[in-house]
Nanobody, 124 residues
Framework: QVQLAESGGGLVQAGGSLRLSCAAS????????MGWFRQAPGKEREFVAA????????SYADSVKGRFTVSRDNAKNTVFLQMNSLKPEDTAVYYC?????????????????WGQGTQVTVSS
């Protein structure tokens, strides 16, 4: 079994920053890519960023390029999402997800393991 737990969400003013963390536990011995997704009320879950095991392959949604940075610390089984220059439209529940393999992907269906999510609210 794989467990993922997000933390670091909260309320921030537009232009501010937050750093999300996602700690993995359980079956973490294999190499795997990790992703971040978000879901706003009334909208579908959408891709935000993904990172391979080594960090050598990274992908971002166009809407967050230049503002968000994904990273990981494999020794601590943790992946991070640094979010800068936040906008009200970034308000959503943010989820981390783990792939079964080690290549980045932007499709929800590519990720079998999900955390419970953390709320990010950006006020204008």
């Amino acid at each position: 079994q794989v467990q993922l737990a997000e933390s670091g969400g909260g309320l921030v003013q537009a232009g501010g920053s937050l750093r999300l963390s996602c700690a993995a536990s359980g079956r973490t011995s294999s190499r795997y890519a990790m992703g971040w997704f978000r879901q706003a009320p009334g909208k579908e879950r959408e891709f935000v960023a993904a990172i391979s095991w080594s960090g050598g392959s990274i992908s971002y949604a166009d809407s967050v390029k230049g503002r968000f940075t994904v990273s990981r610390d494999n020794a601590k089984n943790t992946v991070f999402l640094q979010m800068n220059s936040l906008k009200p439209e970034d308000t959503a529940v943010y989820y981390c997800a783990r792939k079964a393999g080690d290549y980045v992907a932007s499709y929800v269906a590519s990720y079998p393991y999900w955390g419970q999510g953390t709320q990010v609210t950006v006020s204008s």
